[in-house]
Structures are given as structure tokens and as C-alpha cells.
């Protein structure tokens, strides 16, 4: 079969209605729901943690002038510690929940009886195999972060410069946005080989993804800027210019409206950012090779188990000519 590498712009958009607008009430909700909860809790989180550091601040001037202990640097550091942990695991979890969710549509895809709802994405969350999918999450953090990590260090050599320095700033957002192309099938392929994974290094489900998605990138990438970007950055724009002219103008409930229809529109918006991509890996699946994305990756049970090994004979160095000479001499 000849691959395909690019999808119509058009017939993407037709069956992207198709999938989600029959259960589009019953899934926005619950998406929109959790995202709202989420980013509550994160502010609150936030919030509270920019009030520690405050607090150490006053605790550091406060030591030095001998009106406290250092121990309230150190209270005020583990509360600073639980804070930042809380808000790891409150991004590992929507993490987990917007995988589950995707998973939920990628279904549909394959059987349209499929109904999208609060307890069919529940369902696919509990059955997530966490343990596996945070390592995904990890590996795809450090290795965008190692490719940006050369601009950086270059960003900062010619700190004087404000124009290298913007142009090194670009370019890193360029590259991590390439990269993160690259990377954002990988937990379509790993769910794909799930069961190939046991034992495994995460990591392959992102080379598997970079191969999926050679070829592919300029497609996907203009198919998120139509149906994804584009239309939160407009919606986003001119609410956000609504909070904004509240503010110029000191018209405060202009403010809340504006930043609550910006939260309620990307809320309103997730059914389709989170089709969109298992649509796109369902239709590009269909003239892609997996096992060529594999090839290579996984390592055998035999070698995984030690098997491949057991039989394996020591056999001791040969001792060189000249120590075996001066050897006989003795």
C-alpha cells in the first residue's frame, strides 16, 4: 500500500462533526467541568505558595534583625515543598484525565456506538496504566527539554545582544513545538502496544511517534492550526480585549466577564481539541506501517527475563606472553 502522508483539510473537518457533535452536551460538561476544577485548584494552590514565599521573605529580614528563628525559614520551605508537590500531582492528574479522554474518542473512531460521556471517560481513567503513562510524560519533558537546552545556554552567552537574544527565543519556541509534533502521538502507539510495553523503557512510544510522524508534521500541524488554534486564539483575543478594556477603563465587571466567557469558551472547546487528535492518528493509522515505528525498539522477553543469559560460560582472560615468560624464568 502507498503511504499517505496527507490528510484533507476538508474531510477532517466533516468527520470531526460527525464525531463530536452527537454527544457533544453529555462530553462537555464533564471536560469542560474538570478543566474548570483544575485550574480553581491550581490558582488556589498558586496562590497560596506566592504568600509562603512572601512570608520567607519577611522571615529572612525579620532574622536579621534578630526578631525570629531560623526555623521559620524552615516551616515556611516545607510548606513551600507540599505546595509544589500538590501542584505536580494536580497536573499529573489532568494529564491522566485528558489521555483518558482522548482514549474515550479514539474509541468512537473505531466504534461509532461509542457514547462519549462523564462515565465512559471515567471508565478509560481508571484503566489507565499510570504507572506507565507518567514515564511518557517524564521522557517527553526531558527530551524537549534537552533540545531547547542548547539555544539557552546560547540565549545567555549573548545576553547583552537583545536582538540574538529574541531571535534565540524564537527559535527555541520553534523547536519545541516541532519537537512536541514529533512527540504527540506517542500515547496513541503506546495504547496500540500496550501489552509489548511490560518490562519495556516508555521511551519507544516516542521514537515509534517521531518515525509515525515523519512525513506528517506539516499536515498536522496546519489540520490544529484550523480546527484548534485559530479559533481559541480568536475567541481568547477578543474576550481577553474585553477583560482588558474593563481594566484601561476601571469598568471591574467588564474584567470578570471578560476572563469568565475566556474560561467558559476553552471549556466549551475541549470535546473538539481532544477529537481532533484521535481523528488524526485514527486516519493517518490507516496507510502508516506501526511495526516499522517499532522496528528495533523493544528488546526480547529472553534478554528482559535474563534467560538469554543463563547458559552463557565465563571464560577467564589469557594471560599475556611476556608475564607467562618471566613466569617460567621464576
Known sequence: MKKRYHLSLKQFV???????KPHYQASMWPLGGVMIIFLALSFIVGYFAQGILSSMGMAVMMIMYGMASPAAIGLALLELLI???????????????????????????????????????????????????????????????????????????????????????????????????EYSQANFLYRDRQPQFLGQSMRYALTASRRFMGGRKWNYLLIMLVVVFIPMVVWEVIFGALAYWGIYTAIYPLVYIGLLLMILGFAAYLPVIFASGALYYEEAKKTANLDEGFAGTFKPVAELTGEAYVHEVYTPKKTKKGKTKQDKKK
Open 14 to 20: 466533516h468527520d470531526l462533526k460527525g464525531l463530536v
Open 83 to 181: 505546595a509544589i508537590i500538590v501542584l505536580i500531582a494536580l497536573s499529573f492528574f489532568y494529564s491522566f484525565f485528558t489521555t483518558a479522554a482522548q482514549f474515550t474518542y479514539q474509541d468512537k473512531v473505531r466504534h461509532p456506538e461509542q457514547i462519549v460521556s462523564a462515565g465512559s471517560v471515567w471508565m478509560h481513567y481508571k484503566h489507565l496504566r499510570k504507572n506507565q503513562l507518567w514515564r511518557i510524560i517524564l521522557y517527553t519533558g526531558l527530551f524537549v527539554f534537552l533540545w531547547s537546552l542548547p539555544l539557552d545556554i546560547i540565549g545567555g552567552l549573548v545576553a547583552k545582544n537583545q536582538v540574538l537574544v529574541i531571535i534565540c527565543r524564537i527559535l527555541n519556541d520553534i523547536v519545541m513545538a516541532w519537537k512536541g509534533i
